[in-house]
Nanobody, 122 residues
Framework: QVQLVESGGGLVQAGGSLRLSCAAS????????MGWFRQAPGKEREFVAA????????YYVDSVKGRFTISRDNAKNTVYLQMNSLKPEDTAVYYC???????????????WGQGTQVTVSS
């Protein structure tokens, strides 16, 4: 069982930056792949980024490539999402998630956080 708690959301102007954090419970954090999804109002939840247990493999949705960076610190049981050059269309609730395999994290992760709101004003 993994429990996830996100933080770092907020209101930012277009072109600005935010860093989301996700703190995970459990001694086996370093064995889990981690990821981020988002859900905008009236839209389906979509995959944003994923990282494997060691940080050697990362995936991103095309719309955030070159602007967002996912990283992790296994010593701190934390995964991050650095978001730069934010756009109004990035406005959404961002959810941290986890599973044992990065392929599962990209499509149907088992563990979810409660979400954190990111709002980008134009």
């Amino acid at each position: 069982q993994v429990q996830l708690v996100e933080s770092g959301g907020g209101l930012v102007q277009a072109g600005g930056s935010l860093r989301l954090s996700c703190a995970a419970s459990g001694r086996t954090f370093s064995s889990y792949a981690m990821g981020w999804f988002r859900q905008a109002p009236g839209k389906e939840r979509e995959f944003v980024a994923a990282i494997n247990w060691s940080g050697s493999t990362r995936y991103y949705v095309d719309s955030v490539k070159g602007r967002f960076t996912i990283s992790r610190d296994n010593a701190k049981n934390t995964v991050y999402l650095q978001m730069n050059s934010l756009k109004p269309e990035d406005t959404a609730v961002y959810y941290c998630n986890a599973d044992t395999d990065i392929s599962t994290v990209r499509f149907r992760p088992r563990y979810w956080g409660q979400g954190t709101q990111v709002t980008v004003s134009s």
